[in-house]
């Protein structure tokens, strides 16, 4: 029989639940035998795996968060901590490991692999930061809770007539801010990947003003150098209207996976049965035009980020802005 083992690593992300539930179901049809590792990599290293059955996951699927949990493991960035998660594995005679987490956990999922340990990779982050799929998993509810989130406050800023400055997630990543802004139609967007110095932020402000605008939305990537507490203090001053500032952080990273993610998930995990049952290790699964997909873990890191600086100069026409 075969066996094998799923662990959740890095930022919990929506859809992960959903992903193993679907990963225990499909791997029951098979006849493959299924671990949980509790709390990602340490749980790894500490030998903490729980069986998963049928009836274990049946209600999992349609939470957030992470049954299984996640952590954030330093250890396992060191050999001597990617051994003992080796041994774990082989002590407990694992033929395939299934990591489910973003950037660095694909990093670690791949020194594993090295080690002789056959894995596949599920991208699972908010922050949408693996660039060889079009999406992670996470993502699409990620972008959905921060734009209810600014829909919400946008209301009552526009009942007061005052400008609203929100950070959002995403890392490095201007991703997430990019999506919820086009969404909302915030009339300024600060996300790294294109400069967007503090001043420039005032000067869209005023110029949004100027065109009769009354209730002005900026959003900040946490990327950002400065705060959504400068941007407020810098538009109170240079624009003379009111403004409040808002950090809606883990808003974002929690609540039920849309309906999007949890398809996603589902095709994910029994893709990833569906490997393993043909005997092919080593890759991550990913998400393209629609199309799931698979290719070398090694390789995942060769595809460099493009930011669609197309939809972001599509915001800014919308409101005239340069
Ligand atoms: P994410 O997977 O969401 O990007 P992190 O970057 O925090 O989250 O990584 C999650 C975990 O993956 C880390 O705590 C560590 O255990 C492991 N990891 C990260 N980077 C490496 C690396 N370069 N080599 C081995 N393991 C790593
Ligand atoms: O990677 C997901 C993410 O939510 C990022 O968007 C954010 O920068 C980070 O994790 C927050 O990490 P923590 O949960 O450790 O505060």
């Keep these: 029989m075969i066996k094998i083992a799923v662990l959740c690593s890095g930022g919990d992300s929506q859809g992960m639940n959903t992903c193993v539930q679907a990963i225990v179901n499909m791997a029951t049809v098979h006849g493959i035998m299924v671990m949980g590792v509790r709390r990602g990599y340490q749980g790894l290293i500490e030998g903490d795996l729980v069986q998963l059955t049928r009836e274990s996951v049946a209600n999992i699927g349609t939470l957030g968060g992470c049954e299984l949990k996640v952590s954030r493991c330093p250890e396992f960035m060191t050999e001597a901590g990617v051994k003992k998660g080796y041994d774990v594995l082989q002590k407990n005679r694992i033929d395939y490991l299934i990591v489910l987490g973003g950037d660095g956990s694909f990093r670690g999922a791949i020194d594993l692999e090295r080690m002789g340990a056959k894995v596949i990779g599920i991208p699972c982050t908010i922050d949408n930061d693996l660039f060889y799929t079009d999406k992670t998993l996470g993502f699409d509810t990620a972008v959905n809770n921060a734009v209810s989130a600014i829909d ?44 967007c110095p503090l001043e420039e932020v005032v000067i869209d402000v005023k110029h949004c003003l100027f065109n009769g605008v009354k209730s002005p939305i900026v959003v ?32 974002q990273r929690g609540g039920t996976p849309s309906v999007f993610d949890r398809t996603f998930a589902t095709q994910l995990g029994i893709n990833a049965i569906e490997l393993i049952y043909q005997g092919i290790s080593g890759v991550a699964l990913g998400i393209r035009n629609s199309n799931i997909f698979y290719m070398k873990l090694e390789e995942v890191y060769n595809l460099k980020d493009e930011f669609n600086k197309l939809l972001y100069k599509q915001l800014r026409s919308l409101h005239n802005l340069k």
């Design 220 to 251: 900040v990537s946490e990327a950002m150098d400065y705060t959504v507490e400068d941007v407020r203090k810098a538009i109170e001053k240079e624009c003379g209207i009111e403004c409040r500032a808002c950090v809606i952080g883990y808003l």
């Design 152 to 195: 919400n406050m946008h209301q009552t800023m526009a009942a007061n007539d005052r400008g609203l400055v929100v950070e959002v997630m995403g890392r490095n990543c201007g991703h997430l801010a990019l999506n919820a802004a086009v969404a909302v139609g915030a009339h300024s967007l600060a996300v790294k990947e294109m400069g």
